[in-house]
């Protein structure tokens, strides 16, 4: 009678299949993907986006007789700070025929620290829409400082009435492409150092050991 024992054979490892891809592509194939990837979203958002208008009015302070210069540059800071707010927003609907939380969204308004002269900007997808606000804004400002002249000495004029853009204020899509495409060279280029590395001791451990041989093999047959 013939007797062939068997030792149990541990399986040989799996090696890690995706890791092993990973390692195996070529540097830049990261930085090309990740580029390509953030241009086609930022073209794409910018083509999506629906293209916007700016239009600027401006006033200026000019003091009375019994006021001075510094003067009114000091209130053209604070008209320039109250020109968002609900009681000059109020009064502005009414010409620019929108609500007032669309005025609140779409205007904004600035100053400067050498000439008392307040910039009023509004923004939104028709252009004319967008000269209406910032006139209407400018107009509710000299209004309001008309009906303050007496007690502050200084009066808010129309130095220049907003004028219909041309074109969008808004970023074009080869615009938002570049930028895509940096955002994703970059990010391609961080995931490229955070790679794991291909090293011998990485071979050496995927290496498959074959198993113990079997008894019958090892002594022979009884």
Same mark, same amino acid.
């Given at each position: ?22 390692r195996?592509?070529?540097s ?21 986006t ?15 007789t ?16 109250v ?15 929108? *609500?007032?939380? !669309?005025?609140?969204?779409?205007? +904004? %308004? $600035?100053?400067? =620290?050498?000439?008392?002269?307040? @910039? ?30 007496t ?30 495409a ?13 790679? *794991?590395?291909? !090293?011998?001791?990485?071979?050496? +451990? %995927? $290496?498959?050991? =074959?198993?113990?041989?079997?008894? @019958? ?6």
């Amino acid at each position: 009678m013939t007797l062939k024992t068997e030792s149990p054979t541990s399986p040989p490892r799996r090696p890690r299949g995706a890791l092993r891809r990973l390692r195996a592509l070529p540097s830049w194939s990261l930085l090309a993907a990740g580029t390509l990837t953030g241009a086609l979203a930022g073209g794409a958002y910018g083509a999506l986006t629906p293209p916007a208008y700016s239009a600027s009015a401006y006033v200026v302070a000019v003091p009375t007789t019994k006021s001075d210069p510094q003067a009114a540059l000091g209130f053209a800071q604070a008209y320039g700070r109250v020109a968002t707010q609900l009681a000059v927003l109020g009064d502005a609907q009414v010409w620019a025929g929108v *609500p007032v939380r !669309t005025l609140r969204e779409s205007v +904004r %308004s $600035a100053t400067s =620290p050498d000439a008392p002269m307040v @910039a009023v900007t509004a923004t939104s997808a028709r252009p004319d829409l967008a000269v209406d606000m910032a006139n209407a804004v400018t107009r509710a400002m000299t209004r309001h400082a008309t009906h303050t002249k007496t007690a502050t000495h200084v009066e808010l004029r129309q130095f220049s009435r907003a004028v219909k853009p041309t074109e969008p204020s808004s970023a074009s899509p080869a615009l938002t492409g570049l930028v895509g495409a940096s955002a994703g060279g970059l990010l391609g280029g961080l995931a490229l150092l955070a790679r *794991p590395r291909h !090293t011998a001791t990485d071979d050496a +451990r %995927s $290496a498959v050991v =074959p198993g113990p041989a079997t008894a @019958a093999d090892a002594h022979g047959q009884l």
